[in-house]
């Protein structure tokens, strides 16, 4: 049996498209919004975001079984937080510079609706491995769509790439402030949306 | 599963034991690492902020030197009217403390999303600013977040007056190309319009408390009290 | 140089008026700070449903609020213990949710039935500890100027979401692009919105 096949592998490939957690859910956009004018705090955020929620979604599988299901929420929740303050530590120590800039965002990762909803739709009910691999994979299915999002608000709105400056940019390059504040966000994630519903639809499915 | 109650209370209790131990151990752990990484944030915002040099091309070892050499933990000045304490940085030309380069003003206050803190360098005669530094924000990314860029401080480094000013605001942090007939003109960021402005008000409500607090004598640090 | 005298302290009532209209409209926590999206665009489909959320959230903002308040106050600050500051303060807010969702269950089930799925969208609703941040960073708030600020905050979003339910049931049979109909259309009016509250900036000093 090959990696795709195991109910991990298989939580892991649909999270990343056919229920991506960010245009097929529709969940965990605040972040969304706030993160994506700039490349390289959107790769972080995605890394912080991956990282706890695999292992959140790991640890309360291993609970599961004793975990009383009055205080299952609160549970849910501190171990959220637990991780995502490790994550907080881990980016303050060794890229402090990058700390000061996202800092309070990485906090506000405990809220993201994608921790609990994976916590609650699949680690409660399966083993381990699979839910770590599903929270991996709801975490890349996040990145998947935020990236193209910052990268197409940052050369919009500041003509850089990755802080980099974009070449010959004086020639061709006009700033839209748009794309810099969050309205520039929501235009682009509808757009997402929007060609995403075309390809479902097209596949036979039903649109989001 | 429904459980009983006492089993609920004991593993709610001891989730949050492991757990808030945890994260406390690691803490502690990387403590003594955070705490050698903002010292050496702080140290080179000084050197920034009072321009003693390029902090980027310094090492670790020139920056604390610099800074132990010409950075005195100054006086303590109080505003009659508000109470508002300043413990001032004093700034000097050179390693023997002859002449006085700037006074560092520390300021904190509400940004947009939160706290913002920072030290504002201004000249000894206190009519115009010498430097910037934000040493924490929490605006948003990219946008307000750049109050901590040259982009916005360089213009204090290069000089906004801000002597006392009887009919309006010490300084404006307006649209780029605004009237700046009397000097006090900062350029505001576009698209961080909220953010400008609580930093308007932060700053000026600090300006005007300075102005009254230098008019009082100086106290000993720390915080003497009659 | 003569110092003007220091303005005469604004009352209670006055202060707490003004917390609760600039927290409620001009830094509405949905419309300028896009916390708590995801239930506002899964659940703004209908008006009926968006009223029990929208009025359970500022329930509970306006509680863990208060609550928040003191644990920062009372066990945070004397223990210095800032960096656990997260995990308690949404452990209290998912205790409230959950301690809530036991009475009513108890005491009144039809109500449970109405309410059941709202229940646990609450507590991962970051509007809820975005306040509780919020509210400790600014400077001297007491008690009950937090306990307003949560009112408030919690009204904007009752406000905003009945705002968009209202807006989302006229477009019903209107010619949206059949692709870009629910999710899509909601996120472009919700930038459009969103443009029209910078507009607000700055017209409440507090």
């Known amino acids: 049996m090959g990696f795709l096949d195991s109910p991990g592998g298989k939580a892991l490939v649909l999270n990343l498209w056919r229920e991506n957690p960010v245009f097929r859910q529709v969940i965990g956009i605040c972040s969304t919004l706030a993160v994506t004018n700039l490349l390289k705090n959107t790769v972080l955020m995605c890394g912080a975001l991956t990282f706890a929620t695999a292992l959140s979604c790991a640890t309360i599988s291993v609970l599961r079984a004793y975990t009383p299901k009055q205080v299952r929420m609160m549970v849910q929740v501190l171990i959220i937080a637990a991780y995502v303050i490790v994550a907080g530590f881990a980016m303050r120590a060794w890229f402090p510079e990058v700390h000061k800039l996202i800092g309070p965002y990485v906090g506000l990762i405990i809220t993201n609706c994608i921790l609990m909803g994976r916590c609650e739709a699949f680690a409660a009910k399966n083993p381990a491995w699979p839910s770590f691999l599903d929270g991996a994979g709801a975490g890349l299915g996040y990145s998947l769509v935020l990236i193209p999002i910052a990268v197409v608000r940052e050369v919009m709105g500041f003509g850089t790439l990755f802080g980099l400056a974009l070449p010959a940019r004086e020639l061709w390059w006009h700033q839209w402030t748009i794309m810099i504040m969050p309205t520039g966000a929501f235009f682009m994630l509808a757009l997402i949306v929007w060609l995403c519903n075309h390809w479902v639809r097209r596949q036979g499915g039903t649109p989001a | 599963m429904t459980s009983k109650p006492w089993f609920i209370v004991a593993f709610m209790v001891g989730v949050a034991l492991v757990f808030g131990s945890a994260v406390t151990g690691i803490y502690l752990g990387a403590a003594d690492l955070l705490e050698r990484n903002s010292e050496f944030l702080r140290q080179r915002a000084l050197i920034a902020v009072f321009d003693y040099g390029d902090p980027e091309r310094l090492d670790k070892a020139a920056v604390a030197a610099l800074v132990r050499e010409r950075v005195v933990a100054g006086e303590v000045r109080t505003d009659p009217q508000t109470g508002r304490q300043f413990s001032l940085l004093k700034a000097y030309e050179d390693a023997g403390r002859t002449t006085l380069r700037a006074y560092g003003v520390p300021f ?28 924490e924000q929490a605006e948003t990314p990219g946008l307000g977040g750049r109050i901590e860029e040259p982009i916005f401080t360089e213009q204090f480094r290069a000089g906004i007056a801000i002597a006392p000013n009887p009919s309006g605001p010490v300084l404006r942090i307006a649209a780029p190309g605004s009237p700046n007939a009397d000097g006090r003109h900062v350029d505001a960021i576009s698209g961080a319009t909220q953010t400008c402005l609580a930093m308007e008000r932060l700053l000026n409500d600090h300006l005007e408390s300075l102005h009254r607090a230098m008019a009082q004598p100086a106290q000993d640090p720390p915080t003497g009290r009659p | 140089m003569i110092t003007p005298a220091a303005p005469a302290e604004p009352g209670l009532l006055v202060q707490s008026l003004v917390i609760l209209l600039a927290a409620a409209i001009t830094d509405n926590i949905l419309l300028t700070r896009f916390l708590g999206m995801c239930s506002f665009i899964a659940i703004s489909r209908q008006m009926k449903t968006s009223i029990g959320l929208g009025v359970a959230v500022a329930a509970t903002t306006t509680a863990t609020a208060a609550l928040n308040y003191l644990v920062h106050t009372y066990i945070v600050l004397p223990l210095k213990i800032e960096f656990l500051e997260y995990i308690l303060f949404i452990v209290v807010i998912a205790a409230f949710v959950q301690f809530v969702e036991m009475v009513i269950e108890r005491f009144s089930p039809p109500l449970y039935f109405a309410l059941g799925i709202f229940l646990p969208l609450i507590t991962v609703n970051c509007a809820i500890l975005g306040v509780s941040l919020f509210m400790i960073a600014k400077e001297g708030y007491g008690f009950w100027q937090c306990l307003v600020f949560g009112l408030g905050s919690g009204l904007g979003w009752l406000l905003a979401i009945v705002l968009m339910a209202g807006i989302r049931n006229r477009l019903k049979e209107d010619k949206v692009p059949e692709n870009l109909r629910g999710t899509g259309i909601t996120l472009i009016i919700c930038g459009i919105i969103a443009l ?6 700055g017209m409440i000093k507090f």
């Open chain 2, 108 to 135: 904190r206050g509400m940004g947009f999303w939160g706290p913002v803190q920072g030290i504002l360098a201004v000249s000894p005669d206190l009519t115009r600013t010498l430097g910037l530094v934000i040493l």
């Open chain 3, 196 to 201: 029209g509250f910078v507009g607000f900036s």
